[in-house]
């Protein structure tokens, strides 16, 4: 069989929970209630009423509760309002057009407020966006609406009837949903269900807001309508939102009836009743402009301590913790806090620290670096900044520390966080693969690849005219025949007796390596070229001496005999180092091709 239509189960499961039924039912209630109270007590002549705290709720509860909910809680208040409308009201022809009036007026500000999430009293921006959207922006609108259909349906002013609909409805607003946000949140609820105590100085505060609020309104002989905003802040800078809630509460319903009957500076006033209300209405609205801002400043601040206090805790704990050491430095450099792992790390404990400059922590070569850093982090507290630099303690190695350094912001910086990790370990690791990167295993010289670098360097401090130098290019003659009649071990033995003793001969400042099999070059730094040739001479007469050791298990063999032919020339600073060892590899083949061991020097 087939069937048409929704499954029943879509149905069933589209039914809102039995819970939310009565929440929106007992909000529906409230919003009739409220209503008719409003109509009842605040409509005097016929049109509309004076104060209007309906649309209050339909904000709060709009904007705490879920949007899938909407198509439940609209209808709802749709419904009380339009009742009380009709019953209360201004009958049945203009219940429908204020409804439409005061749901617009309504559903507009919450659908905006939403980004909230129900909290825009808890922050200044969220205030102002409310008094501007909820408090002006909603009201002017139904204004609209509801004044072109009353001046159709009666023969009320139409500018009249905006007027008065603005203001009632924007100071119910504005009066009427900081209380009730709070009651549907719960929070009235949880600080009732505190400690008595507690309850106490809510209770006590509110009293004498209520009392000044009674005794400026019941006298009609001193304008003392500024009186009451001195205990509206007391109540609203102790208690916050319940304060700032309470006081415009109490103002509206104290001052509100007091004036009504007859009493109070307001009703002195020597204007019309209309002209008076709407005074009260614009007294109240800038008693809220007052005390809500003021809340939600108050709010934010508390939670910024609040997060400030959770973050030290996190700090605190970090620094106990952590095995690298964590200070906190004044923009000056000085240390204001050290973890205890400065002990371990730096040889004293945190209190030998304080007061003095970081830079008691750096090595007086490296202080610049981390300066360099220092400055920058101020400079830019966004981005943390990293330095390395060794300590000054003195050791058989020296202690490298990496330090992360972050501003904590401000616009001329308000110090800094440094986090500083011994790194010694990586360090050492570093400077071997370096070595190994640079250095020929089998002799411990420098290699081909460093010797390069060093040429181009020794080449730009020529050029700037701070140096002089010379090349050599050392080639151990008949060396294959070694290898032949030795062996390779014998040779490798012999390439490293002349290491040796190229080492002892030649000064620490040049630079000697091995570029090739028995080929060997030399940086000679800061002698003009008659001092390099000496300097190789002698070179060549040590090797002449050299006498290659071999192992015990190689005595009975006569050790081999080196010698070596040398090629020289000076460093040209218009030239590159392929161009000068071109030259000192052709006054080499000369040494070789006048008979080997010997110096020539490139023309």
């Known amino acids: 069989m087939l069937t048409f239509g929704r499954h029943p189960n879509s149905v069933i499961a589209a039914l809102p929970a039995p819970s939310m039924i009565g929440s929106v039912a007992r909000l529906g209630l409230a919003s009739l209630v409220l209503s008719a109270a409003s109509l009842l007590l605040t409509r005097f002549d016929g049109n509309i009423a004076f104060i209007w705290g309906n649309t209050g709720l339909v ?331 060794r300590s000054p303690r003195e050791t058989a190695e020296p202690t490298w520390f990496e330090a992360a350094l972050r501003g904590l912001g401000g616009s001329a910086g308000q110090g800094l966080i440094v986090i500083l990790r011994d790194i010694s370990a990586r360090k050492a690791t570093e400077l071997a693969l370096e070595i190994a990167a640079s250095t020929d295993p089998l002799t411990g010289l420098v290699n081909r690849r460093s010797f390069l670098q060093r040429l181009r360097n020794q080449i730009e401090h020529c050029r700037v005219g701070s140096s002089q130098g010379s090349v050599a290019l050392v080639d151990l003659d008949h060396f294959k025949s070694v290898n032949d009649r030795f062996g390779h071990a014998v040779g490798d033995l012999a390439l490293q007796a002349f290491a040796r003793i190229a080492a002892a001969t030649i000064d620490r400042r040049h630079c000697l390596a091995r570029i090739g099999g028995e080929e060997f070059a030399i940086l000679l730094v800061g002698i003009n070229p008659k001092e390099a040739e000496a300097t190789c001479e002698r070179l060549r007469e040590a090797v002449e001496q050299l006498k290659v050791e071999l192992p015990s298990g190689m005595l009975e063999i006569e050790s081999p005999r080196i010698t070596a032919s040398i090629g020289l020339t000076a460093v040209d600073p218009a030239s590159d180092p392929a161009t000068i060892l071109n030259r000192a590899d052709e006054a080499l083949y000369r040494a070789k091709a006048s008979g080997r061991n010997c110096v020539q020097v490139a023309d």
């Open 59 to 389: 904000i709060a509860a709009l904007s705490l509760r879920p949007r899938d909910q909407w198509r439940w809680l609209l209808p709802a208040f749709g419904v009380a309002m339009f009742a009380a409308t009709a019953c209360f009201g201004m009958g049945m022809a203009a219940a429908a057009p204020l409804l439409a009036a005061t749901m617009t007026e309504a559903t507009l500000p919450a659908w905006l407020l939403r980004r909230w999430e129900g909290r825009f009293f808890d922050r200044v921006t969220g205030v102002v966006m409310f008094l501007l959207i909820a408090g002006i922006i909603g009201p002017l609108i139904g204004a609209v609406i509801a004044a072109s259909a009353i001046s159709l349906l009666t023969d009320a002013s139409w500018q009249r009837t905006a007027i008065r609909w603005f203001t009632s409805h924007g100071l119910g607003t504005i009066t009427f949903t900081p209380l009730i946000m709070l009651l549907l949140r719960g929070d009235v609820g949880r600080w009732f269900q505190g400690p008595l105590r507690a309850q106490m100085g809510p209770f006590a505060v509110l009293g004498l807001v209520a009392a000044v609020v009674t005794g400026v309104f019941l006298q009609d002989g001193v304008p003392l309508l500024f009186l009451p905003m001195l205990p509206m802040l007391a109540a609203t800078m102790l208690y916050v939102r319940i304060g700032a809630a309470g006081s415009i509460l109490l103002l509206v319903a104290i001052g509100g009836l007091l004036s009504l009957s007859g009493h109070g500076p307001v009703h002195a006033l020597p204007t019309p009743p209309l002209n008076r209300i709407l005074f009260f209405q614009f007294y109240v609205g800038c008693a809220a402009l007052l005390v809500l801002p003021v809340a939600a400043l108050i709010k934010q601040h508390r939670q910024a301590i609040r997060d400030l206090s959770q973050s030290e805790a996190r700090f605190r704990l970090l620094s106990d913790r952590s095995a690298d050491v964590i200070l906190e430095v004044a923009p000056d450099g000085t240390i204001l806090h050290a973890s205890p792992s400065v002990a371990q790390v730096a040889g004293q404990p945190p209190a030998y620290y304080l007061g003095q400059h970081g830079f008691t922590l750096v090595h007086p070569e490296d202080q610049h670096v981390l300066w360099r850093a220092h400055r920058q982090a101020l400079a830019n507290p966004d981005i943390a900044h990293i330095a390395q630099f």
